[in-house]
């Protein structure tokens, strides 16, 4: 069995999600640099750790977090969006 790893920064324990295949030194979870050391969730992740990476606070932080949580939990289905995008594009030339 697989050893609890702990969020350094919610404390709550790192639980793989089904689409994720991302893996460290046989580790779940995200570097929390420059937050913290350790690692952490995919919520603190895409809450705390990106949005002070790239120097946000406020709203335009959470919303940015909100947007990038919900994409890592649910993954776009690129391939029909390249399909949608085509179908518009082959729409457009027949205009």
């Not at 979870?29 to 990476?53: F, Q």
Request: proline share 8%; with cysteine.
């Amino acid at each position: 069995m697989e050893e609890k790893i702990e969020c350094s920064i919610c404390l709550k324990p790192i639980e793989p999600h089904p689409n994720d295949t991302r893996q460290w030194g046989g580790m779940y979870g995200n570097n929390p640099d420059p937050i913290t050391k350790g690692r952490c969730c995919d919520t603190c992740d895409c809450l705390i750790v990106i949005p002070a990476r790239l120097g946000m606070q406020g709203a335009a932080a959470i919303e940015l977090g909100q947007v990038m949580l919900t994409n890592r939990i649910n993954p776009p289905d690129f391939e029909k969006i390249k399909k949608d995008l085509i179908d518009i594009k082959l729409k457009k030339e027949e205009e």
